[in-house]
């Protein structure tokens, strides 16, 4: 099992960047798939992008492709979302998440991964 907590929230403006960071706890912390999930007020949570610990790649939305772009570093058990020229339309709690398995295409199911973070507010101003 892993504890997951994201950080690096905030207000910014639109054409701004933010650095998600996810800290990990748990001794099999590098077994797991971590993805990145958003849910705006009165939405679904929707899948941002997943690391994946099967093969190592990466996998993005295409509302963020381009724009966003996550790290891992095993390490330091520490998941990172870069996010560039963001947009209002990003505005979101988002979440880093754990799966034991990989769903492949599946990748950006919430009901998928096994644990969850709390979430941190980013809000970008138009």
């Known amino acids: 099992q892993v504890q997951l907590v994201e950080s690096g929230g905030g207000l910014v403006q639109a054409g701004d960047s933010l650095r998600l960071s996810c800290a990990a706890s748990g001794r099999s912390f590098g077994l797991y798939t971590i993805g990145w999930f958003r849910q705006a007020p009165g939405k679904e949570r929707e899948g941002v992008s997943c690391f994946s610990s099967s093969d190592g790649n990466t996998y993005y939305a295409d509302s963020v492709k381009g724009r966003f772009s996550t790290s891992r570093d095993n390490a330091k058990n520490m998941v990172y979302l870069q996010m560039n020229s963001l947009k209002p339309e990003d505005t979101a709690v988002y979440y880093c998440?754990?799966?034991?398995?990989?769903?492949?295409?599946?990748?950006?199911?919430?009901?998928?991964?096994?644990?969850w973070g709390q979430g941190t507010q980013v809000t970008v101003a138009s």
């Open positions: 998440a754990a799966a034991w398995n990989f769903y492949g295409s599946s990748w950006y199911l919430p009901s998928l991964y096994d644990f």
